[in-house]
RNA sequence: GCCCGAAUGGCGGAAUUGGCAGACGCGCUGCACUCAAAAUGCAGUAUCGAAAGAUGUGUGGGUUCAAGUCCCACUUCGGGCACCA
């Protein structure tokens, strides 16, 4: 498209995105019209988007997603709400470390010029955000309060370290909790992940499973159905019951009681065998001495497998014998005890009974090893040891003692109390979740409050020594990975006094997990100049929960679910009043190209800022908007940004051809126009309840099309109604192209801003059209149209269908059994 | 394997409580303007058929005067989880 008049010579007819972009963003500085007023004069909208991490400059995704939350943030504004809508930077992380090291300086370096050029691109991109609350994540006045909340949760037993076999990426030399831990690899880079023994920072995350899971109940209907199922997945409550096995004194070594996990205890007397996990250290602990070396090899063999390796359900199943015998607490029965790396050391109990006849895994591993299997439900199929497959449904109970003949459910009941009067057993809730790991061993992060002293032990930093500040002298190969933190190798910074004995005594060397500091961002955007505490509790408790957050579904477990746990416990600590953070979410789709995600591997990258050279601001956010629903993905290789660039230049063109003076009356204009202005306003205000922006754009075009036709063949450009249409068109489209709008709204003669002009009050009776088209259909298939009035009677329409030469042609003599009628919309004729 | 979600023209997509399927846009075709082009404007564009008309929302059934929409069974695609006892 031609942006310049082809003498070269600027044209102010002719639409040039470029004279557009350069005329506003002075003006918009000058008037601020983003920044909340917050004086409880109107009611208050918190309107946020994910916080980007400062990879290099904003990419198509960014610009997708900031579309939309500003779509919101727009929409509110014009709709009277006083809105927060803040911007910030989750600007500690692996990639600038990866830089530094690169580069031979410091991260922050990198990380702040990236910030600063995402800064200028934001800008640029017109997102309608309050520029004086941003935040970085890495500025010491941010994770001070980062550490300040650790310790309020290391205070709570909310924070605590355990020695445990975890996550560990050998690429980014670092552990990882295990929602970084995708299909086995890093979340980050894809490297297999494999176990380490190592102690490490853990949030209680787990104290909190029930209450993630029941505030759900707050959130559906707000948030998209599959995130909950995701996180429901996630947390994974299973009802069952504890039963606790004693296993036997064997040579010498004492008899021990061991608790198993089961959601079966219906199925307790087809136990014949008894497992622990191989990893766990109940399992050095059982072995007797003859079987130690036997169980040593087994453990080593598991350790050199990748987690992908080792949680294939393909794989042969195998272990070891203990050398010890459990005691079935129903029966008496006397169970071999195996070892196997089937069972999961961190899952319940790290110990399951065996039931092969009921349980596949069961039923392999006794297979393999020749065990007995009994069944003890009878569902109808065929006996499982003959079969090969284990049966998990309804049926009645057989060797079973007391609990025959009866079914699953009564049995399972009658198994708990069992137990429970035995005192061996007692009905639990287990879950899937497990506490959340937050160390890690890396330089780019927020420093552990906590100082370690051979007197005291764990001592926190007092809160007036925040912030633990990282040192700014390393660089380069200082931070190379190493598998313990560069911060270890600090000697000056390491080595402190004891806060509590002054002895000599040595920082915490890791630092935290990045989705601690993004658990709470959406707090300190409240207040973020408080210098006293991390938020103020007023301000926060004024502005949240958030209306509505906008981000990727890719966080739809790791910084949703962590961000959860937060608020909840800062609610406990009574520093917030509500308890879960994000009030409705939207989660927008991917820009793809040609099918798949842009990547540079496969070279299909689309470079955001060429094409807002090319196409200008406002066509390109109003391509992302207009494509699809906002939770579907945009393909950029199916759109058309030449297309929207021509839609914004035809509603632009639109102000040249009003003649009418910017004060006249609209209701003196022409009613069929004003009606269709009035009901796109109407319609425009519905669609963005529910987030059908593509819709509303679609509707935007309808009007600007009319429009164009009252002026050209219609009553022409003076009629007020054209103006009236004109003002509609300018202040909708302020939600989706801003800089467009806002010129039209300028050369409408209105000073700015357009995004604070208000939303246009609609005039109910302009609704209610003089005439409406009645369907009248035979057997469910239109044969004609009427035109009648919107109040006509059953009966009237009845007559008036009846009548109708087509539908008497179409009816040809045969009788009528039923009219349905449904004035004024439809008639439907039933023949004989 | 389990759990979600989706399927509508050449393409992206629209369709209050079941009530005119295909809004709006892209693309394509034709026309006007032009020496020509670009830009712009106008008209057409689900399929079959010359037409009348018939068919048509992944497949098969069902409910209803009426189904893209509700019910049952299935197919395909996308996503999540996956040795979780």
Known sequence: MSTQADAGQPDENTYSFADIEARWPAEWDRLQPFKPADDGSRERRYVLDMFPYPSGDLHMGHAEAFAMGDVVARYYRQQGFDVLHPIGWDSFGLPAENA?????????????????????????????????????????????????????????????????????????????????????????????????????????????????????????????????????????????????????????????SVPVFTTRPDTLHGATFFVVAADAPLALDLVTESHRAELEDYRDGIKSLSEIERQSTEREKTGVFTGRWAINPLNG??????????????????????????????????????????????????????????????????????????????????????????????????????????????????????????MCGEVPVPDDQLPVTLPEDLRGGDLSPKGTSPLAAVEDWVNVPCPQCAG?????????????????YFLRFASPDTTDAPFDTDAVNRWLPVGQYVGGVEHAILHLLYSRFFTKVLYDLGLIGFTEPFSALLNQGQVLNGGKAMSKSLGNGV?????????????????????????????????????????????????????SAPDVDP?????????????????????????KFNVVIARVMELVNATRKAIDSGVGGADPAVREATEAVAIILSLFAPYTAEDLWNRLGHPASVATAGWPIVD?????????????????????????????????????????????????????????????????????
């Open 100 to 256: 530094a090291i690169q580069r031979n300086a410091h991260p922050s370096e990198w990380t702040y010029t990236n910030i600063e050029t995402q800064a200028n691109s934001f800008r640029r991109y017109a997102i309608s955000v309050d520029w004086s609350r941003r935040l970085h994540t890495s500025d010491p006045g941010y994770y001070q309060w980062t550490q300040w909340l650790f310790l309020r949760f290391f205070e709570k037993g909310l924070a605590y370290r355990k020695d445990s076999p975890v996550n560990w990426c050998p690429k980014d030399q670092t552990v990882l909790a295990n929602e970084q831990v995708v299909n086995g690899a890093c979340e980050r880079c894809g490297t297999p992940v494999t176990k380490k023994s190592l102690n490490q920072w853990y949030f209680k995350i787990t104290d909190y499973a029930d209450r993630l899971l029941d505030d759900m109940d707050q959130l559906r209907g707000h948030w998209p159905e599959r995130v909950l199922a995701m996180q429901r997945n996630w947390i994974g409550r299973s009802e069952g019951a504890h039963v606790d096995f004693v296993i036997e004194e064997t040579d010498g070594k004492p008899a021990q």
């Open 667 to 691: 209701t003196t204009g022409d009613r069929a126009l004003r009606s269709v202005t009035h009901r796109t306003v109407a319609d425009s205000a519905a669609l963005l309840q529910g987030n």
């Open 504 to 520: 000599p005594a040595k920082r915490d060397t890791d630092t935290m997990d990045t989705f601690v500091d993004s658990s709470w």
């Open 764 to 832: 109910e009776t302009l609704l209610v059209q003089d005439t409406v088209v009645a369907v009248v259909q035979v057997q469910g298939k239109v044969r004609d149209r009427l035109e009648v009035s919107p109040d006509i009677t059953e009966d009237a329409l009845r007559e008036l269908a009846l009548a109708s030469e087509q539908i008497q042609k179409t009816l040809d003599g045969r009788g009528i059994r039923t009219v349905i009628v449904r004035a004024p919309k439809l008639v439907n004729i039933v023949p004989e």
């Open 333 to 454: 029965e006397k169970l071999p005890v195996w070892a196997a790396d089937y069972v999961l050391a961190d899952y319940g109990t790290g110990a399951i009974m065996a039931v092969p006849a009921h349980d596949q895994r069961d039923l392999d591993f006794a297979k393999a090893f020749d065990l007995p299997v009994r069944m003890v439900v009878d569902t109808g199929a065929e006996d499982p040891a003959v079969s090969g497959i284990a049966t998990t449904g309804d049926g009645t109970l057989v060797n079973s003692g007391e609990l025959d003949g009866l079914g699953k459910d009564e049995a399972i009941a009658r198994a708990i109390n069992l137990v429970a009067e035995h005192g061996t057993g007692e009905h639990t809730v287990n879950y899937r979740l497990r506490d959340w790991l937050l160390s890690r061993q890396r330089f780019w992060g927020t420093p552990i409050p906590i100082i370690h002293c051979a």
């Open 607 to 659: 470079d955001l800022s060429q094409q807002l050279d090319k196409f200008g601001v406002d066509a390109i956010r109003l391509t992302m908007v207009f494509a699809s629903p906002p939770e579907d993905d945009v393909d950029w290789a199916d759109v058309s940004p030449s297309g929207s660039s021509k839609f914004l230049a035809r509603a632009w063109r639109l102000g040249q051809d009003v003649t």
